[in-house]
């Protein structure tokens, strides 16, 4: 059982990203990305002293301290940052019950809506395991496109499977998408849970799906996904990214 009162946020901050190396520390309105994450976890009435930075680079971690956010070193060696965020439960030995926020730490334009939705979804649906959330797919582009995860969902939003193929196919109509949704890369979870999902060795979906989600549902885990019915601006994989994104925000600091 969560406890709604006792909520953290961690939000993970790798050095070395594959596409954008050091991509935590690139300068938006001459803040770091990572920064604008903590922002809007505050917009979303986090307190601050409730965020964690996680980091595995000491130049993130020093940087973190200059702008006073709270953030703790952890180990180079983790595959995701799921691993990561259960190193920091380990380290700050919170209770098994406290609800842990997992957001990423590449979306500075991530809505403060969002994250108190998923929040209240989490409270309201205590018998899942997992929260996260989804989207609606309305262009079948993004349907067809393997590098937009879909979310197959079933009653009251539980989470059946998630999968890069064009699904759930309409065998009447292939071209609707009307039960369609974008899996969002956010997450909660109690430390029971998130222990629990550790624990388990990577599932064969996993591994052919190239989807960490799946290790838990593989497992008997059970994920429940908010519907959020906005549109979400993308996050910064690469360097194109990182520019689209920094004169959106750099424009709309402008006009403030």
């Excluded at 006073?68 to 940052?81: A, D, F």
């Excluded at 926020?101 to 500075?108: A, H």
């Excluded at 388990?200 to 996993?206: F, N, S």
Aim: negative net charge; charged residues 20%.
């Amino acid at each position: 059982m969560n406890d709604p009162t006792n909520l953290k946020v961690v939000i993970p901050a790798r050095y070395g990203a594959s596409r954008l190396p050091g991509k935590p520390l690139l300068l938006i309105c001459d803040k770091p990305i990572f920064w604008h994450v903590a922002q809007r976890c505050i917009e979303a009435g986090i307190s601050i002293s409730d965020i964690i930075i996680a980091t595995d680079d000491l130049r993130i971690f020093d940087e973190a301290n200059r702008l006073k956010l709270p953030v703790l070193m952890t180990s180079r060696e983790h595959q995701s940052g799921t691993d990561r965020i259960s190193e920091v439960t380990s380290k700050l030995n919170w209770s098994l019950d406290t609800t842990v926020l997992n957001v990423q730490g590449d979306e500075p334009l991530i809505p403060s809506e969002l994250i108190k939705s998923l929040v209240s979804y989490f409270k309201k649906h205590p018998t899942y395991s997992i929260a996260t959330a989804v989207t609606p797919i309305t262009k079948y582009e993004d349907f067809a496109n393997p590098n937009v995860v879909k979310a197959i969902l079933g009653s009251q939003g539980r989470a059946l499977y998630f999968t890069r193929s064009a699904s759930p196919f309409n065998r009447d109509n292939p071209n609707d998408t009307l039960l369609a949704y974008r899996h969002i890369g956010i997450y909660a979870y109690t430390v029971e849970s998130l222990n629990l999902f550790c624990s388990y060795p990577e599932a064969p979906l996993e591994s052919y799906e190239k989807l960490e989600q799946l290790r838990a549902l593989s497992h008997g885990l059970t994920i429940g996904a908010c519907l959020f019915e906005q549109q979400l601006p993308h996050g910064v994989d690469t360097l194109n990214d990182y520019e689209i994104i920094k004169k959106i925000m750099e424009n709309n600091n402008a006009n403030d």
